[in-house]
């Protein structure tokens, strides 16, 4: 068994051209933890940003010398530590937490604590596994920052995308009448998930799930004393007019994951997997990505 594995990292960030992959040892996982083979992981907009360096500037990144990309992953364990109740050979999925840290999921291996992970279900592929964790958290997280919808209007934006299309889902759970906000091109996913469709937003919105990160853009759509939830945390508009302004800031919740999972099994949820890549080709992928337009993940594999 080899020693080393392969993961890929920032030093000095300068977009897609900065990533490089460097051997780190590999290590034993520790009480409640367990060690996992990477099968895939999904490139997310926060990927784009870490290597562009925002969170550096920022000051969220401090790392000395490296900084690890990639936040969530499918793959099967290969190691448990003490006090671990996941066998070895399970097929899991999870996300890591934070950003000012030397490792990411954009790597062969991981080691991650066993709360923050869930096993993935039979039926479902561990690539298409590998883009629900930080997506379906992201828009879980969101909605609970909106709370109970209670019959009130939402307006998701970028609702055709891979956060938006889960709030459009999980919201119309809490009660609230969503409409999704995408490109014409996007109306007949939207409407699948049972929500109205627009192309031009116009203000009056009780609510405005921002996950396009419109940002101040998106402020004007909510009535007054009405409520705002982002993505950005840290990076929130200004409130006005009595509005509450909140951000989700995701945090890894296996068990909440486990239900996510099963509800893209059923298909309640959608696993949308753009394109299956090399790891090695990450560069490109954020490439890509960086262009817009693409519905559904860049899966990496190793």
């Known amino acids: 068994m080899s020693t080393t594995f392969r993961t890929a990292v920032v030093r000095t960030p300068g977009g897609p051209d900065s990533i490089e992959f460097i051997d780190v040892p590999v290590v034993e996982p520790g009480p409640g933890q367990v060690r996992v083979a990477i099968a895939g992981t999904s490139v997310n907009p926060v990927d784009l940003a870490l290597t562009a360096g925002v969170f550096h500037?920022?000051?969220?990144?401090?790392?000395?010398?490296?900084?690890g990309l990639g936040t969530d992953f499918a793959g099967t364990v290969e190691a448990v530590g003490p006090d671990v109740d996941i066998a070895v050979g399970s097929r899991v999925a999870g996300t890591v937490d934070g950003f000012d840290r030397d490792f990411g999921t954009y790597a062969e291996q991981l080691v991650v604590s066993a709360s923050d992970i869930a096993?993935?279900?039979?039926?479902?592929?561990?690539?298409?596994?590998?883009?629900?964790?930080?997506?379906?958290?992201?828009?879980?997280?969101?909605?609970?920052?909106?709370?109970e919808g209670g019959g009130r209007s939402l307006l998701?934006?970028?609702?055709?995308?891979?956060?938006?299309?889960?709030?459009?889902?999980?919201?119309?759970d809490r009660g609230w009448k969503v409409t999704g906000l995408a490109r014409t091109q996007d109306e007949e996913f939207v409407r699948g998930l049972g929500?109205?469709?627009?192309?031009?937003?116009?203000?009056?919105?009780?609510?405005?799930?921002?996950?396009?990160?419109?940002?101040?853009?998106?402020?004007?759509?909510?009535?007054?004393?009405?409520?705002?939830?982002?993505?950005?945390?840290?990076?929130?508009?200004?409130?006005?007019?009595?509005?509450?302004?909140?951000?989700?800031?995701?945090?890894?919740?296996?068990?909440?994951?486990?239900?996510?999972?099963?509800d893209t099994v059923t298909g309640r949820l959608p696993a949308r997997v753009h394109a299956v890549v090399p790891l090695d080709?990450?560069?490109?992928?954020?490439?890509?990505?960086?262009?817009?337009?693409?519905?559904?993940?860049y899966v990496l594999q190793p």
Do not use: C
Request: no cysteine; glycine share 14%; net charge negative.
């Open 57 to 67: 500037q920022m000051g969220v990144v401090t790392q000395p010398d490296h900084t």
């Open 119 to 147: 096993v993935v279900p039979d039926e479902l592929e561990l690539t298409a596994a590998a883009t629900v964790p930080l997506n379906g958290l992201t828009a879980a997280q969101l909605v609970d920052l909106l709370g």
């Open 156 to 172: 998701v934006t970028g609702a055709a995308g891979a956060v938006g299309g889960y709030v459009v889902t999980l919201a119309q």
């Open 195 to 262: 929500a109205d469709f627009t192309t031009t937003a116009v203000p009056g919105w009780d609510a405005v799930a921002d996950t396009a990160v419109f940002q101040e853009k998106a402020l004007p759509l909510v009535r007054d004393g009405g409520l705002f939830a982002g993505v950005r945390p840290g990076g929130e508009p200004p409130a006005e007019r009595g509005i509450t302004v909140r951000a989700v800031s995701v945090r890894p919740d296996g068990d909440r994951l486990a239900g996510l999972l099963k």
């Open 281 to 297: 080709r990450a560069a490109d992928a954020h490439r890509t990505v960086a262009q817009g337009g693409i519905r559904g993940r």
